[in-house]
């Protein structure tokens, strides 16, 4: 049974890069047709899709932080990343990943999630 | 940008009928899923293309989509249902959700 976990810092400093690792485990992140997904929740709000990997490296953004973040893979480790710069305390969040089939597919299992806090 | 709008909230009998809409502009021509997130947990899938439910999700979850509007139907909602639920859809290669409806089970 596909699993996924979240780790990451806790905190980040304004300005600064979250970077954040997703584990899979159960099955392997270069299965045919899976996409891989970040998502974020801010205390008290609403889901929001932050983009989504292919084991090729072939990444999709929403516009609302494209040109802050960047998502890849490292096959060889069945692991997949993010990487968000010029964090603001807006950034603060619960941080998930997910796993979906197909690129516009419907996302399932989540991981547990990891809150980030972004604070000086 | 493609919005999905959703009621804050929905409070229903231990029993009775639930139903959660999700409106968005020709959101019929879109595949609708839906989410179920309870206190402190992560997201979990209870229907996927408009109506299909995952393994393990109880036959009582079921949904429809058609115009502008998808719904999310809990009959005979159990305390056990009491969560926040998302609808989610995609729109120009990007994944939308719906600001999230709760439903308390009085």
């Known amino acids: 049974q596909l699993q996924l976990q979240e780790s990451g810092p806790g905190m980040v400093m304004p300005s600064e890069t979250l970077s954040l690792t997703c584990s899979v485990s159960g099955g392997s992140i270069s299965s045919s047709g899976y996409y891989w997904g970040w998502f974020r929740q801010p205390p008290g709000k609403g889901l929001e899709w932050i983009g989504s990997i292919y084991y090729s490296g072939s990444a999709d953004y929403n516009p609302s932080v494209k040109s802050r973040v960047s998502i890849s893979v490292d096959t060889s480790k069945n692991q997949f990343y993010l990487r968000l710069g010029s964090v603001t305390a807006a950034d603060t969040a619960v941080y998930f990943c997910a796993s979906a089939y197909d690129s516009t597919g419907y996302y399932s299992p989540w991981g547990q999630g990891t809150l980030i806090t972004v604070s000086s | 940008s493609y919005e999905l709008t959703q009621p804050p909230s929905v409070s229903v009998s231990p029993g009775q009928t639930a139903s959660i809409t999700c409106s968005g502009d020709e959101l019929g021509e879109k595949y609708v899923c839906w989410y179920q997130q309870k206190a402190g947990q992560s997201p979990v899938l209870v229907i996927y293309?408009?109506?299909k439910r995952p393994s393990g999700i109880p036959e009582r979850f079921s949904g429809s989509n058609s115009g502008n509007t998808a719904t999310l139907t809990i009959s005979g909602t159990q305390a056990m249902d009491e969560a926040d639920y998302y609808c989610q859809a995609w729109d120009s290669g990007t994944a939308v959700f719906g600001a999230g409806t709760k439903v308390t089970v009085l």
């Open positions: 293309q408009d109506d």
